[in-house]
């Protein structure tokens, strides 16, 4: 059985540090460098291999000096600004882990190359695990810094298509903040109110708001609820194709 663990770092990045094989670890954006090599001590873990989902410096701040330190691959959507990255992965490209394989999902928007790494189920892996980086948020989703509207709506319709029961770990802990959004928008919504309830109880005792899951998100992250009719309505654009509604909603949260 793989474990991951989930590492606060920075604020409000998340990094995760998945073992598998006997005591093998590969990490995700480790956007700090000491905070996983504490981690990577206290359980004995050797790190093999990073998984970058996109080039912004809280995410791959830490990558190098793992690298050095441990002699561990990088793994990339992108070249790089240094030579650093051993592998740049394309999408439908799967990466071996032990007995674990992991797809690569391309998913431009928040940045042109990024990507996000699904673990698919298997005997040691009994739901999916999918890495979204700043793609997909609990509750949200990341600002479209290279791309347009309808290219991260694409994007996410690819995620929200793998299965229902998927765990998803994200970048960010923006987790209330969206909530909040998606009830200005819908103040009705009953499902994101109890979502909102659960996760400041969570968050209250120390817990994590991660991992979600693909169907929790379908439900109440209110980005991929684009192509609802309670949405249009919400925002009087009844006739609007779903990318538009997305567009909306992203130039909305980003004045939220
Ligand atoms: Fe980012």
Redesign the pocket.
């Known amino acids: 059985m793989d474990t991951v663990i989930t590492i606060p770092a920075l604020g409000d990045n998340f990094i995760y540090l998945v073992r598998y094989g006997s005591n093998d670890a590969f990490v995700v954006d480790p956007g700090d460098a000491s905070s996983v090599f504490r981690t990577l001590k206290k359980h004995g873990w050797t790190l093999t291999t990073i998984l970058l989902t996109?080039h912004?410096w809280?995410?791959v701040g830490g990558a190098s000096e793992l690298k050095r330190k441990t002699g561990c691959k990088i793994i990339a959507g992108y070249e790089g600004h240094s030579s650093d990255v051993d592998k740049v992965v394309e999408d439908g490209r799967i990466l071996s882990m032990g007995e674990a394989q992991i797809k690569v999902i391309t998913t431009p928007g928040?940045?042109r190359s990024s990507v996000c790494y699904y673990m698919q189920p298997s005997n040691t892996v009994p739901k999916g695990m999918l890495w979204t980086?700043?793609t997909l948020f609990i509750g949200g989703c990341?600002r479209l810094?290279e791309c347009d509207p309808q290219t991260m709506w694409d994007s996410l319709l690819k995620l929200a298509s793998l299965p229902d029961d998927t765990l998803v770990y994200c970048?960010h802990d923006y987790t209330v903040e969206n909530y909040e959004f998606a009830l200005s928008i819908e103040p009705d919504n009953d499902a994101v109110k109890k979502r909102l309830d659960e996760i400041r109880r969570t968050v209250g005792q120390e817990g994590l708001s991660v991992p979600s899951s693909i169907s929790q998100e379908k439900m109440t992250n209110v980005f991929l609820r684009a192509d609802s009719s309670e949405l249009r309505a919400a925002l009087g654009m009844k006739d609007a194709p779903a990318g538009e509604i997305f567009a909306e909603l992203r130039r909305r949260k980003d004045h939220f």
């Open positions: 996109h912004h809280d995410h928040h940045t980086g700043d990341g810094f970048g």
